[in-house]
């Protein structure tokens, strides 16, 4: 999920020129991961400035392969909203097409004003058939406490919203870096991983799930398998999002449609996900999320240590192992 478009030098490329037929290499169509279902990503980028040249969801409709679903920026941080999100989020309910809305956080903006931009932009979508998506790309020089700090307060509103465990979009060699998985509550993983880029004008093949994993991380539900596939639909951007979602097209339907979709069972206390213990924090006498929607403790260790006591993130954080109860369609 580009952040900005892919800067391409057409003057310098322009003696690679190749037949696209040749980048089909062997066994990439016969492959059993080319059977998974297939998906894109929108942003901005994929219609141009003046709005002459947007994205075509009748093409996207009739594409072969299936199209399966869709994501699609919402904004960033607390303050933007991308133009183009109601149009194609209402074209891609229009075709039909699964919609995974997705927020580009800012680690070291609050927490509740980045999700309260991410839920106005929203509006009344459906939330029950329509996961949401946090974006883990950025650090801006925040460290390791302060990115997992927010990240798990994001997550916790987005449950508290919506009764549903959001994805996280990222890839193995970010998240090592930058996030604290073992702290974190519940999530889907949606991953990037690509073949070294191909210059252009070549398309690059997707990426032969699975990704690599971030460590602690055993499972994955959505891979990211190419950032510079060939445009569908969207003639202002020469590339486009390659995804693989970990699953058959019933998986993928009853994941998203309720049909034995895991949800956490819940603690009376705060109504997060169930925890071993509430009251782990120094002086605590219940859950700090009760505060404040989301919130998790401040303390006074410095943020610049990393583990689990320095990073001020207990153990009532974590999520016991199993700890689920299946969703009942009402439907």
């Not at 996961?131 to 508290?160: A, F, M, W």
């Not at 996900?273 to 509430?278: A, V």
Request: glycine share 6%.
């Amino acid at each position: 999920m580009s952040l900005t478009a892919t800067a391409i030098n057409p003057a310098l490329d322009a003696a690679l020129t190749v037949d696209q037929a040749l980048l089909a290499l062997p066994g990439d169509e016969d492959s059993p991961d080319s059977q998974l279902p297939f998906g894109i990503d929108l942003s901005r980028y994929n219609t141009s400035e003046d709005g002459k040249k947007r994205v075509n969801f009748d093409a996207i409709q009739t594409h072969s392969p299936f199209v399966a679903f869709i994501g699609i920026r919402a904004g960033i941080s607390w303050g933007y909203q991308d133009p183009w999100f109601n149009y194609y989020f209402t074209e891609a309910q229009r075709i039909n097409r699964i919609r995974f809305p997705y927020h580009v956080l800012y680690p070291g903006e609050d927490a509740l004003r980045q999700m309260d931009n991410f839920f106005r932009i929203l509006g009344d979508i459906n939330l029950d058939t329509n996961p949401l998506v946090l974006d883990l790309e950025l650090d801006h020089g925040q460290t390791v406490s302060k990115i997992t700090q927010t990240t798990i307060n994001c997550i916790n509103i987005i449950y508290r919203r919506t009764n549903r465990i959001p994805f996280i979009y990222s890839r193995a060699l970010w998240v090592n870096r930058f996030l604290m998985v073992s702290a974190l509550p519940p999530v889907h993983w949606w991953l990037a991983q690509y073949r070294f880029s191909l210059p252009f004008p070549l398309y690059t093949p997707e990426y032969n799930p699975p990704p690599s994993l971030p460590t602690g991380v055993n499972t994955w539900h959505i891979h990211q398998t190419s950032q510079r596939g060939k445009s569908i639909g969207a003639p202002a951007l020469y590339y486009m999002d390659y995804n693989r979602f970990n699953g058959t097209f019933l998986e993928l339907s009853n994941f998203i449609y309720g049909a034995a979709q895991p949800v956490p069972i819940t603690c009376p206390i705060d109504n997060l996900p169930c925890t071993g213990d509430k009251t782990k924090y120094p002086g605590a006498k219940r859950n700090p999320c009760s505060e404040a929607e989301g919130a998790a403790p401040q303390g006074s260790t410095p943020e610049d240590k990393i583990n689990r006591t320095q990073l001020n993130l207990s153990p009532s954080w974590l999520i016991h192992k199993n700890n689920f109860s299946p969703l009942v369609n009402n439907d």
